[in-house]
């Protein structure tokens, strides 16, 4: 069929019309492709691609499927530890290719998972083993529902088409842009998990893995703290950069693992009304146009030290996310009506791991702790109990504790002085990049400019490292670390591709 491309439309035109000036035979239409061009907001428009048909009804989307293996008792079995993107898409991935999985996770499925979300905004009550970073669909099903990624990857379409099958709208197979918001992405990874289990791969919830039982160059067992085992031929490692418990396992049996560079810093927010007329201009309320968002970057050639913007959530929220007592931790989060009054992103430093944590993954991850205890400790100073600390990005840079503007935190905020949290050299290139962003975005340093902190979970510190080709360990030869707690992803479609791709290196020892 016909597929005609860059076809740009401004936001009072057709692109049905404009179609069949191109296409005069054309009965339907389907889009491949949608972009937004807002860099002259005089002349705001919509870039498309699309594929025109005769027939009046355009047929639907086709799905790819793997080529499936003859389910067989003799097969490699794998247990999946985590049930985030990484470990549900390697299950499916495994499931779909006949070879026999379980997975197990720490966390609760969503429902009462979300109950014990609400104590923690409630009531400050943190659950270790239930809370925005663990249970059902990790720390994605808690985000913003983001889809974007930069990665080049054959399983990328293939992890599109599996959440437009479990519940994801068909747009997200072409907008430039695509999100589901977290309230969608949590119907998504519901269907999944049940598709899943109604499928022959178990799903183990409250289900911690206490001890890695460690044998002769592979992993022999888990064992759970209530003493259930679960032995496998294969392990996929997925359980998110939040569970540093399951790093400290790691060290102590000698698993191989390496530094990352972190990004850390605290989250902007923003009336969503100034952000749309920041980036749109005079027309900013047209219908055609979403919610505005904004990518903002800065480097200090000087220090080699770089600021952005991370995880801009246009409409949303931000949220008390620790996944351990006594630690002060940000995310932000958006509905997929970005519906909020507010807009947030995550302003986040470079934290270059041979400055700051030359020693080793431990000190990262020492690194990271501290920064998050000490946030809590000045919550805690400032008469706080479940309030995130909050201030004015005038007083941050004035190095003050003023009044604090309404935010969209549902824990409430707490005025607190932010500006000592981070080593001085960190918090001067912060410093300096706001007043840049400022410059590049006017009024981004305004009266209702809000900082939240800390946005310190941004990735993992860690890597658990692999073997290039084959994935997994070169120690534990049956272990294969996967998504962004193993240090290989950023994001939930980039964790499921990766989870994929280990699943995929699993299914390779058949032949």
């Known amino acids: 069929m016909p597929i005609f491309e860059n076809i740009k439309v401004l936001l009072d035109e057709s692109l049905e019309k404009k179609l069949r000036k191109l296409d005069p035979a054309m009965g339907s239409f389907r889009i491949l492709k949608k972009s937004l061009d807002a860099r002259r907001?005089?002349?705001?428009?919509?870039l498309y691609s699309a594929e025109t048909f005769p027939?009046?009804?355009?047929?639907?989307?086709?799905?790819?499927?793997?080529?499936?293996?003859?389910?067989?008792?003799?097969?490699?079995?794998?247990?999946?530890?985590?049930?985030?993107?990484?470990?549900?898409?390697?299950?499916?991935?495994?499931?779909?290719?006949?070879?026999?999985?379980?997975?197990?996770?720490?966390?609760?499925?969503?429902?009462?998972?979300?109950k014990d979300i609400s104590k923690h905004w409630r009531h400050g009550q943190v659950n270790a083993d239930s809370n925005v970073c663990f249970g059902e669909g990790g720390a994605g099903a808690f985000s913003d529902g983001k889809l974007i990624t930069r990665i080049k990857s054959p399983f990328k379409q293939f992890v599109m088409e599996q959440m437009v099958r479990f519940g994801a709208p068909d747009e997200i197979l072409y907008l430039a842009?695509?999100?589901?918001?977290?309230?969608?992405?949590?119907?998504?990874?519901?269907?999944?998990?049940?598709?899943?289990?109604?499928?022959?791969?178990?799903?183990?919830?409250?289900?911690?893995?206490?001890?890695?039982?460690?044998?002769?160059?592979r992993l022999e067992k888990i064992v759970t703290p209530d003493g259930r085992v679960f032995k496998s031929d294969n392990y996929v490692l997925a359980t998110g950069h939040s569970a540093h418990d399951i790093y400290d396992k790691l060290f102590a049996g000698g698993v191989p693992c390496e530094t990352l560079n972190m990004a850390m810093g605290f989250r902007a927010e923003h009336p969503q009304v100034w952000v749309n007329e920041a980036q749109y201009g005079s027309r900013w309320e047209h219908p055609e146009l979403p919610v505005a968002n904004y990518k903002l970057t800065c480097h200090d050639d000087r220090t080699n030290i770089g600021v952005y913007s991370f995880c801009m959530c246009p409409g949303g929220y931000v949220l008390a996310s620790s996944a351990q007592q006594g630690r002060m931790v940000?995310?932000?989060?958006?509905?997929?009506?970005?519906?909020?009054?507010?807009?947030?992103?995550?302003?986040?430093?470079?934290?270059?791991?041979?400055?700051?944590?030359?020693?080793?993954?431990?000190?990262?991850?020492?690194?990271?702790?501290?920064?998050?205890?000490?946030?809590?400790?000045?919550?805690?100073?400032?008469?706080?109990?479940?309030?995130?600390p909050a201030q004015r990005v005038e007083d941050f840079l004035n190095d003050r504790v003023g009044s604090v503007a309404k935010s969209s935190c549902?824990?409430?905020?707490?005025?607190?002085?932010?500006?000592?949290?981070?080593?001085?050299e960190l918090t001067e290139a912060f410093t300096r990049a706001l007043q840049d962003f400022n410059r590049k975005m006017p009024g981004f340093m305004g009266n209702d400019a809000l900082l939240h902190g800390v946005e310190?979970?941004?990735?993992?510190?860690v890597r658990v490292v692999r073997d290039d080709e084959k994935l997994c360990s070169p120690k534990f030869t049956n272990l294969y670390p996967s998504g962004e707690g193993a240090g290989f992803a950023g994001g939930i479609t980039s964790a499921a591709v990766d989870g994929i791709r280990v699943a995929e290196s699993i299914c390779k020892t058949l032949t």
């Not at 430093?349 to 041979?354: F, G, R, Y």
Request: aromatic fraction near 8%; charge should be positive; glycine fraction near 8%.
């Open 410 to 424: 549902p824990s409430g905020v707490i005025a607190v002085n932010l500006r000592d949290i981070y080593p001085p």
């Open 177 to 217: 842009n695509p999100h589901v918001g977290s309230n969608k992405i949590r119907t998504i990874i519901n269907n999944l998990t049940k598709h899943l289990h109604e499928n022959g791969c178990p799903i183990h919830f409250d289900t911690r893995a206490e001890e890695f039982h460690w044998s002769e160059g």
């Open 456 to 461: 310190s979970r941004t990735s993992s510190p």
């Open 55 to 114: 027939d009046p009804v355009a047929p639907p989307y086709i799905f790819e499927t793997p080529t499936r293996v003859q389910a067989r008792k003799d097969l490699p079995t794998t247990t999946v530890v985590g049930a985030g993107p990484a470990g549900l898409f390697a299950a499916l991935w495994l499931l779909e290719r006949g070879l026999p999985c379980q997975v197990i996770e720490r966390g609760k499925p969503v429902l009462p998972r979300m």
């Open 330 to 388: 940000v995310n932000g989060m958006s509905n997929y009506n970005h519906g909020s009054a507010y807009a947030n992103s995550g302003i986040v430093v470079t934290v270059h791991k041979d400055k700051w944590f030359a020693a080793g993954p431990e000190a990262g991850l020492k690194f990271q702790a501290d920064i998050e205890r000490k946030t809590q400790e000045k919550v805690w100073a400032a008469g706080g109990t479940i309030q995130v």
């Open 41 to 46: 907001k005089d002349r705001l428009h919509h």
